[in-house]
């Protein structure tokens, strides 16, 4: 049964077999509660849950690929095979069919001319291929019916929809297409890089994910409905829980993620650079398999979790992984600015929270767990001693690169925002920006503001200050609203060592000193060197906004009208006209503004002072 609201997933098993990245997954249909894993060892192995020791058993081992096997899905039963059968696809451009108790291929079926990267089964023993010859094709039994073009490269993702034989792809060209009959019915645009994977919601909505770090969900109808962020890498596999819209993904940020009503509930971080491919068994345990080779299984249930002494080899050896600081989403590291192990008796704030600490000269990652109230070590960082932003390379943001990538938390217990920056940007615009954005009170401008330009002090010519900024992400915190006392470092929190910006309630704060400023210790300005010329004013275009709140935007008009001479103000017809335009504005799929309507907003944009 699926846990309640709020549990953990841990370990339930680690199994070794695989020689090689285990690159794909599947839950088996026989035996009940087993999969199916596929590897970069050429093989496919069927595994079997252990009744006895919470642990599955190999059933058997399939092989028939020459090369690499990429991906594996189950074939429904017929009548002819009442167990289904094993579809596998690989590098050598093959398509290979097992039955579930023999190793050798019932039929293998040819006609990629490049490896085969995804498979999906329908209705009737359809099954959907999708390959790096940037085709799919539609096979039923051992004959391919079609194939469908149109794709400009790879598709790494192939779902067949459960009703009205809608079938969809997703490709390196970054679109997602749905097909019917062999037409391409539809194109789904917004992902910015390599579509991975592909996960069926309903018969209306699914979900994607991408090399741009990001998970969408879509509405058949081509709305995508939602953009989930968490990951920090490419995020390679995506699998839904049964019955509910709850979800997990594995990239190559060395995590697994479980998502909970559209939030990211849980990271699980593994020792293995590469997690490849997730699926949810039917009791909700999740499999997980990574470039390591071996295949990890975690559960809610506590009658299923490993042993003390399985979970503690498990933390062993992900205390004992490298983690590439290029890849390891750690932000700028300096080990001279590290605190030492005493920086872990102060507990994390959330679940999957990153802490850097330095301990006899070498530098250790950990990752604060919720459930079990404790810092657990996730790995050493290599070549770190004097890895800057500049050499580490910059953090991704929905898709793109920053220099940074800051946490802001507007008060203690609401969410916390992400403000992105790059060194060339305008501190005050991108303040504006993200207020704008998060729809934030714009009265926070000059703290924002404030807040880039202390975080990111001399950026042009040299590496960050770490004072300010948490070491793990790169993230500085802002916190308007409370106070944890004096800093010990100017403007760093004493407990997490990042800037923690706090207006209005400095209860104990150390008293000011001239020209200091009372709540981040910081000189209030600091001579930034030479002038330079501002390149965002005077501002020659038009500044346009993604989103507005129409209903503000028309109380604000309103109460400005009541105050207007009588001469200058707009009729109720006039105020009627501006809402409609309003309203056709927000919603960019209506009709174009009138000419009507641009003369009464012409009228009102003109008011005197």
């Known amino acids: 049964a699926m846990a309640g609201e709020g549990s953990m997933f841990r370990l339930r098993c680690s199994l070794l077999g695989h020689g090689q990245d285990v690159r794909g997954l599947t839950r088996g249909l026989f035996p009940e509660g087993g999969f199916v894993s596929v590897s970069r060892d050429r093989t496919a192995r069927l595994w079997a849950p252990d009744g006895l020791n919470r642990g599955f058993t190999e059933m058997h081992c399939m092989s028939g690929h020459s090369n690499f096997v990429s991906c594996v899905c189950i074939i429904p039963p017929s009548d002819l095979y009442p167990r289904g059968l094993i579809a596998t696809g690989g590098n050598d451009h093959n398509i290979c069919v097992f039955t579930v108790d023999n190793p050798a291929p019932l039929y293998i079926l040819k006609g990629h001319k490049n490896t085969v990267c995804s498979l999906s089964s329908g209705k009737f023993g359809t099954l959907l291929s999708g390959s790096w010859d940037t085709t799919a094709k539609v096979w039923l039994n051992d004959r391919c019916m079609m194939t469908l073009q149109g794709h400009t490269a790879a598709i790494w993702a192939v779902k067949i929809l459960p009703e009205q034989g809608l079938m969809l792809t997703g490709s390196a060209d970054k679109t997602i297409k749905l097909w019917k009959a062999g037409r391409c019915e539809r194109t789904f645009t917004g992902h910015e890089d390599c579509v991975r994977g592909l996960a069926i919601l309903s018969e209306m909505e699914f979900l994607s994910c991408a090399n741009d770090a990001s998970v969408r969900r879509w509405q058949i109808?081509?709305?995508?409905?939602?953009?989930?962020?968490?990951?920090?890498?490419?995020?390679?596999?995506?699998?839904?829980?049964?019955?509910?819209?709850?979800?997990?993904?594995?990239?190559?940020?060395?995590?697994?993620?479980?998502?909970?009503?559209?939030?990211?509930?849980?990271?699980?971080?593994?020792?293995?650079?590469?997690?490849?491919?997730?699926?949810?068994?039917?009791?909700?345990?999740?499999?997980?398999?990574?470039?390591?080779?071996?295949?990890?299984?975690?559960?809610?249930?506590?009658?299923?979790?490993?042993?003390?002494?399985?979970?503690?080899?498990?933390?062993?050896?992900?205390?004992?992984?490298?983690?590439?600081?290029?890849?390891?989403?750690?932000?700028?590291?300096?080990?001279?600015?590290?605190?030492?192990?005493?920086?872990?008796?102060?507990?994390?704030?959330?679940?999957?929270?990153?802490?850097?600490?330095?301990?006899?000269?070498?530098?250790?990652?950990?990752?604060?767990?919720?459930?079990?109230?404790?810092?657990?070590?996730?790995?050493?960082?290599?070549?770190?001693?004097?890895?800057?932003?500049?050499?580490?390379?910059?953090?991704?943001?929905?898709?793109?690169?920053?220099?940074?990538?800051?946490?802001?938390?507007?008060?203690?217990?609401?969410?916390?925002?992400?403000?992105?920056?790059?060194?060339?940007?305008?501190?005050w615009l991108t303040a504006y920006n993200f207020l704008q954005k998060n729809d934030l009170n714009p009265m926070f401008l000059d703290q924002v503001a404030k807040f880039i330009m202390d975080n990111t002090k001399g950026q042009t010519l040299l590496s960050t200050s770490n004072q300010f900024s948490d070491p793990f992400t790169g993230a500085g915190r802002y916190v308007p609203g409370s106070s944890s006392g004096s800093s010990t470092i100017p403007g760093a929190d004493p407990f997490t060592g990042a800037g923690r910006y706090v207006p209005g309630s400095a209860s104990n704060a150390a008293p000011p000193v001239g020209g200091v400023d009372p709540f981040t210790g910081m000189s209030a300005y600091q001579s930034t060197g030479a002038k330079v010329e501002n390149i965002y004013f005077p501002k020659k275009d038009a500044v346009t906004f993604d989103q507005a709140n129409p209903t503000q935007i028309l109380g604000k008009l309103k109460e400005l009208n009541g105050n207007a001479a009588e001469e200058h103000k707009l009729t109720e017809d006039d105020l009627i006209i501006l809402e409609k335009l309003l309203s056709a504005t927000c919603n960019t799929s209506a009709e174009t503004p009138t000419a009507q309507q641009l003369q009464t907003l012409w009228r009102a944009v003109n008011w005197p002072e």
């Not at 019955?243 to 939030?263: A, P, Y």
């Not at 997980?288 to 979970?311: C, K, M, N, P, Q």
């Open 221 to 427: 109808s081509g709305e995508c409905l939602q953009v989930y962020y968490g990951h920090t890498n490419y995020i390679y596999s995506i699998s839904v829980f049964p019955r509910c819209k709850d979800f997990v993904t594995t990239g190559e940020d060395r995590s697994l993620r479980i998502w909970r009503q559209g939030e990211c509930a849980q990271t699980i971080r593994l020792p293995a650079q590469s997690v490849w491919c997730c699926c949810v068994l039917d009791n909700g345990d999740i499999v997980v398999g990574a470039s390591d080779g071996i295949i990890r299984v975690f559960t809610e249930s506590l009658e299923r979790t490993a042993s003390a002494e399985e979970i503690q080899a498990f933390e062993n050896e992900l205390a004992q992984a490298s983690i590439d600081p290029k890849t390891g989403d750690l932000g700028d590291i300096n080990a001279d600015d590290l605190p030492g192990r005493e920086h872990l008796k102060d507990p994390g704030t959330r679940d999957g929270q990153t802490r850097l600490i330095k301990d006899d000269g070498k530098v250790e990652a950990y990752q604060w767990s919720i459930s079990e109230g404790r810092w657990i070590k996730i790995g050493d960082v290599v070549g770190s001693s004097g890895a800057t932003q500049q050499t580490s390379g910059k953090v991704l943001f929905e898709g793109k690169e920053y220099d940074y990538v800051f946490t802001i938390d507007v008060n203690e217990n609401g969410p916390s925002y992400k403000l992105p920056y790059n060194i060339t940007d305008d501190p």
